[in-house]
């Protein structure tokens, strides 16, 4: 376990990496914006998307090490099915987590300053659990069937969007939300990061001699896959 740590080290150190480093500052980054602005009561940005942004920046150690094995870099076979399996779920379950538990502290400073209560806006770690969780299943498949994947997003988030749309009236969503306890909300999220974790290390290991979709990669990674 702890060669593979050290090789998880060593790979998101190459040069391939640090672009995907800096993409990954920027959701973090976009994602505390964001917050501010919606909180501000801006309707162009009416809807929260920053647990969206930190999760997606989360999971970018994962890519990283998706990357080195695309692109060549790893030779061993064996290497590779772990760089695919237990490496890539251990990537995306350090990532998410530090990326969680910086969310967190930004939800508290924020909080604090705006509210004085560093609690009243960690109802959001939940949505990040939720996401997270979410990526856990569906990265697996956005990798080895993308466009099939994205459709089935599309629909989901589609039929989710209108079953909320058409109960508003008889459901009161904020009001729910609003009962939600913080404290439980923060732990509720650690249970599905972990969730997602677990689904995905089970899927990775079904799906591994499935080959990478081309359209997963961007076009520098094409010709390689």
Not at 4 to 27: D, N, P, Y
Not at 56 to 80: C, H, Q, T, W, Y
């Amino acid at each position: 376990m702890k060669n593979e740590w050290k090789a998880i080290k060593m790979l998101l150190k190459q040069s391939c990496c640090k672009k995907k480093w800096l993409v990954s500052a920027a959701f973090i980054c976009l994602g505390s914006v964001w917050k501010i602005f919606s909180l501000s009561g801006r309707p162009e940005v009416a809807e929260d998307l920053s647990p969206l942004f930190f999760a997606v920046a989360g999971i970018m150690p994962m890519e990283m090490l998706l990357v080195n094995d695309i692109s060549g870099f790893v030779k061993s076979s064996v290497l590779r099915k772990k760089i695919q399996t237990t490496m890539a779920t251990k990537s995306m379950f350090a990532g998410t987590m530090i990326a969680y538990l910086m969310y967190l502290a930004f939800l508290m400073i924020l909080g604090g300053v705006r509210e004085g209560q560093p609690e009243v806006y960690l109802r959001a770690a939940l949505v990040y659990g939720v996401v997270v969780c979410f990526f856990g299943i569906g990265n697996v498949f956005l990798y080895k069937f993308f466009w099939a994947s994205l459709a089935g997003i599309y629909v989901i988030c589609f039929s989710v969007g209108f079953a909320m749309g058409f109960f508003e009236d008889q459901i009161d969503f904020a009001g729910y939300w609003e009962k939600l306890s913080p404290v439980v909300c923060v732990i509720a999220a650690v249970f599905l990061i972990f969730a997602g974790c677990g689904i995905n290390l089970v899927m990775t290991r079904i799906f591994y001699k499935r080959n990478f979709s081309k359209s997963a990669f961007g076009d520098s990674m094409r010709k390689l896959v």
